[in-house]
């Protein structure tokens, strides 16, 4: 089975720009969460997908907002950028409903904001 | 809510020694516990996982952790680290009815030949 695909990998914006983050979770995972690591913050929860609802939302901005398809795959969106935007934004898919079940990473999109 | 607290940020050890890494946790409800491996430039991987019964838990690449309920820790170990272990190592907790993972700041492990 193949695993959890992130794209782009590298991506490099600026301030006030916004961005879109691709997520394609493995195959028959209907569970997708996204996850901000920094180096000053560690691994932050963004918010988790469950068939196409937001379950669950992390204490961000309402810059980040996130959306999932019919399919699983989903995307996050960051908008107006700030320089503390720069980090590894990492998506996670997972079988079942419950938080017992294992999370299976992504490589991660490192974003850097100049 | 719930937190975790790994007690070290960065654990040198020489090859072929015992390692333990330290994580305790805080919840006011029952919790899942996991352990996740990050290797440079990588996504994470999952170690072992507590979710009930036996408080010791065996993973992969010969990682043990011992659940304690008392206090509250879920302490990773490995009899005999290998160079392939230098990484970054997560504690992570999700309360019961939640979907997120709580994870600590990470403690990165150093093997020294």
């Known amino acids: 089975k193949a695993g959890v695909t992130q794209t782009p990998r590298y991506l490099i914006k600026t301030r006030g720009q916004q961005v879109t983050l691709s997520c394609s979770p493995i195959s028959g995972h209907r569970s997708v969460s996204w996850y901000q690591q920094t180096p000053g913050q560690g691994l932050q929860f963004l918010f988790e997908y469950f068939s196409e609802t937001q379950r669950n939302k992390g204490n961000f901005p309402g810059r980040f907002s996130g959306r999932q398809f019919s399919n699983s795959r989903s995307e996050m969106n960051v908008s107006t950028l700030e320089l503390g935007d720069s980090a590894l934004y990492l998506c996670a898919s997972s079988p079942g409903t419950g938080p017992y079940n294992e999370q299976f990473f992504g490589p991660g999109t490192r974003l850097t904001v100049l | 809510a719930q937190s975790v607290t790994q007690l070290d940020s960065q654990v040198p050890v020489f090859e072929e020694a015992p390692v333990e890494l330290r994580c305790n946790y805080s919840s006011s409800v029952s919790v899942y516990l996991f352990w996740y491996v990050q290797y440079p430039n990588q996504g994470l991987q999952l170690l072992l996982k507590?979710?009930?019964?036996?408080?010791l838990v065996k993973g992969i690449n010969g990682f043990e952790a011992e659940f304690n309920k008392s206090q509250t820790s879920f302490h990773l170990r490995k009899p005999s680290v290998h160079i392939s272990d230098t990484a970054e190592y997560f504690c992570?907790?999700?309360?019961?009815?939640?979907?997120?993972?709580?994870f600590g700041k990470g403690t990165k492990l150093s093997v020294i030949p």
């Open positions: 507590y979710l009930s019964g036996s408080t």
């Open positions: 992570a907790v999700a309360g019961a009815g939640s979907y997120q993972l709580t």
